[in-house]
């Protein structure tokens, strides 16, 4: 079974940085496809970044020029680091990935922006 695991979330002031890794263990084969999703309170989920592959990325656009996001050495593993923090970035931040087994969520990881 596949289980993305995410890590790195916590608080952090307006203006800092912080850097998410997901680690999706459990298959032998690779992600077609990975990306980092997050929710606010009262929000719908939004995508964030995504590795589309062949090197590609995609971003949101409130969050491109801050946000980078990065394939690990490792299989199935993958970064986002967020800098130039703002209170809005304030959300439960997930790991996707899409495996020729089907699709696979993380638990997500807590970001908390303070003003």
């Known amino acids: 079974q596949v289980q993305p695991v995410e890590s790195g979330g916590g608080l952090v002031q307006a203006g800092g940085s912080l850097r998410l890794s997901c680690v999706a263990s459990?298959?032998?084969?690779?992600?077609?496809?990975m990306a980092w999703y997050r929710r606010a309170p009262g929000k719908q989920r939004e995508l964030v970044a995504a590795?589309?592959?062949?090197?590609?990325?995609d971003y949101a656009d409130s969050v491109k020029g801050r946000f980078t996001i990065s394939k690990g050495n490792a299989k199935n593993t993958m970064y986002l680091q967020m800098s130039s923090l703002k209170p809005e970035d304030t959300a439960r931040y997930y790991c996707?990935?899409?495996?020729?087994?089907?699709?696979?969520w993380g638990q997500g990881t807590q970001v908390t922006v303070s003003s």
């Open positions: 996707y990935a899409r495996m020729p087994s089907g699709d696979y």
């Open positions: 590795l589309i592959g062949g090197g590609s990325t």
């Open positions: 459990g298959s032998i084969f690779s992600a077609y496809y």
